[in-house]
């Protein structure tokens, strides 16, 4: 079992930043590859980014690329960890409320979905304002 919890959403203007937290707990926490998903009104959740167990392997969107950054923190056997996106030069659209994921096992798929992922938080919003 995981638990996460993220915390850093808010208010922004198009270009500031933000460093989003998600406080990871439980007996794989340190060997769990970790993603961060998002929401935006009206669509499906979609991926953003993704971190293996080592914090040496790491996957975007494409129109994240360049401007969010996702690392992690913890001891590999250790149950609490930090997993972090930094974003900078925020746009409207990304516009979302932002999802923390856990998954159970090392590594990521080329190509994320939600349905890999086994654990998820609550969630924290993102606004962008124009």
Known sequence: QVQLVESGGGLVQAGGSLRLSCAVSGRSAGRSAMGWFRQAPGK???????????????LYTDSVKGRF???????????TGTVYLQ???????DTAVYYCAARSAYVFDSDPHEYEFDYWGQGTQVTVSS
């Open 44 to 58: 499906e959740r979609a991926f953003v980014a993704a971190i293996n167990w080592s914090g040496s392997e790491t």
């Open 69 to 79: 950054t996702i690392s992690r923190d913890g001891a590999h056997d250790s149950r």
């Open 87 to 93: 974003m900078t030069n925020l746009r409207p659209e």
